[in-house]
């Protein structure tokens, strides 16, 4: 079974920065996909950034020009460069990836199980 690894939250002023990691516990020989998700208190999650096989980027609209996601894909890792921080940016942000063969097994879905980042003076 294949596992998502996030590291990187913590506690950061406004204006500030921090880049997410998520590492997956087995080498990936292809994924389909690999995102950012976030969920805040009381609401639902909701996609961040996205980085398609084919090198095409998305972005919401709320962290656009703030946000870059990358891959690594050597390391079967991505990441999550965030700036300027903003306190309505606090959630809890999950990992994911989407259609990712590994040893021979595909996934359809797996996700992480999150780290918090809390914006906050």
Do not use: H
């Amino acid at each position: 079974q294949v596992q998502l690894v996030e590291s990187g939250g913590g506690l950061v002023q406004p204006g500030g920065s921090l880049r997410l990691s998520c590492v997956a516990s087995r080498s990936i020989f292809s994924v389909d996909s690999m995102a950012w998700y976030r969920q805040a208190p009381g609401n639902e999650r909701e996609l961040v950034a996205s980085a398609a096989e084919s090198g095409t980027l998305n972005y919401a609209d709320a962290v656009k020009g703030r946000f870059t996601i990358s891959r690594d894909s050597a390391k079967s890792t991505v990441y999550l460069q965030m700036n300027s921080l903003k306190p309505e940016d606090t959630a809890v942000y999950f990992c994911n990836a989407k259609g990712l063969i590994t040893d021979g097994k595909w996934y359809r879905e797996v996700w992480g199980q999150g780290t918090l980042v809390t914006v906050s003076s």
